[in-house]
Each structure stands twice: as structure tokens, then as C-alpha cells.
């Protein structure tokens, strides 16, 4: 699922291309696509771009009125822009919809059977409030917002930063890359953690998603970024079960539990134990969501 680093690229590439210019057609192709009925669709028709932004882990296109187009691709959608007008035929088996611009066309593929991404058409900040989840921006806190926040509940910290009541943007991947980072289990207990080890999860989780920008923004260039993806030459221990961990040689792990995966490294993180025992399942499945959708639509209370 692209999350906060992922949305950040995408966000400025459309900005470049989209500010100020004119939103003229959208083909909606998926049925289940569209979540939403008022304002209509139709009402973003004809009107100039006037901002784009990301909402955790949704990419929001701003027109002229005050109405937003929200996109969230979810684990398998993914987008796509062609400079100039759109052809005659959207042929892509696996297109969802098309946004056509008087400077080119935005497109949104879904791969596999499973459709999950979705589109809400809402008015003005009230619409795009309901849409928050509530989850604190991890690059723009104080160290005492983040301490409050990470202690608001007592969950491990894997299902802390990937809950978006909590912390905003962040998921499976990145999170595997903030905790190995700090040098934390993914089951720690939030309320557990000393204050030394609150400082080092928020250190960890700022610098990585600082670097992990930094290094998509370089990699797209002047690009549209194509080559977005969960599993990424130079991270640590996200989609590396088996191979060497970076820092000291100890075989990466993988903790696997439903539509959830974990990958950590036993030497540097969890004392040299190996997480697979009944007690993590009883854990996991206590503190889990079982499905990406269920950890989606989490809201705060």
C-alpha cells in the first residue's frame, strides 16, 4: 500500500502538471470505484485545479468551489499521467478510471481481482475532515504530542504506528523500516516503553520517512513516479525474510498473521528471540485488524 513517503512523490508530480489547469472528463470504469454520491461527480467538470494535497494516506485534488476528488489506492492501486489528450480507446483491463486534463490524462489502475481503491467526491474542509482519521503527522510534532499519542492506548507498537487513529500516512512497510530503525520489537507494549525508547521511536520514524522522500523524489526526477511499490532496494528488513540484516548479519524474520506481515530482525530488535509462539498469535489476533480494509476505515472516537 503506498503510504506517507509514496503519496508525498505523487502529490508533488501532480501538482506540477495539474495546478491551474482544467479537470474536463473523469470515465469511471469500476463499479465499486466511486463511494460517495453528493456532490456528483459531474460537479468537478469544467473547473480549474486549485490544490492538491495528501489526507493520510489519500491523494486530494482540489477544484475550483471548494470540491475535492480523494483518491486512495489501497494495497494495489496505482497512477498513471500522459502528457496531451486522451486516446480514443482507455484499452488497460485493469483501469479504473480517467481523469482527463487540458493538459494531459490521469489514470488509476487496480492490479489483481480484489478491488479495493476508492474515489469520494466532498465539499470544502468539512467533507475532507470526514475523511481524517485523526492520526498525528510524525513529521510535524513535538516530542510530547508524539509521547501523548503513542500512550493514548495500550497495543504493540507495529499496530500503533500502522493505525491511523493514531499516527497519519504510515503502514506495513514503513513501519517495519521506523522499528528496526529504533531497535524496538513490533510486539512491544506501548505503555511499556521507557521515555528513552519513546525518543528513539520518534527519531526513527521521522528520519526514515524524511530519507525514504528524499530518495523517491530523486529516484522520479522530472518523472511521473511509475515505479511505486512496498518493497524497495535499500530498506532494511521490509521484504527481506531470510536475507542478511544490514546491521549486524542476523537472518531477517517475518511474522505473518491474515492479510498482516511483519519483518523484523531477531539480533537487533527483539534480544535474539524468534516471534512465533501461541502467545503472538493470541496477540496478534487480539491487537490486529485482520484485513488492510479494517485498518482503514479505523476512526477516532
Sequence with gaps: MPELPDITIYVEALRSRILGRRLERVDVRGPFLLRSVTPGLESTLGREVRAVRRIGKRIAIGVEGDIWLAIHLMIAGRLHWQDGPAP?????KNLLAAFSFDAGVLTLTEAGSRRRASLHVVAGEEGLAALRAGGLDVLNTTPEEFAAVLESANHTLKRALTDPRLFDGIGNAYSDEILHRAGLSPVAMTLKLTPDEVGRLRAAA???LHEWIATLRADAGAKFPERVTAFRAGMAVHGRFGQPCPRCGEKVQRIRYADNETDYCPRCQTGGKLLADRALS??????????????ENLKRR
Design 206 to 208: 521521522r528520519g526514515v
Design 88 to 92: 480514443a480507446r482507455l484499452g488497460a
Design 282 to 295: 493470541r496477540l496478534l489476533r487480539e491487537d490486529w485488524p485482520r484485513t488492510p480494509e479494517e485498518l
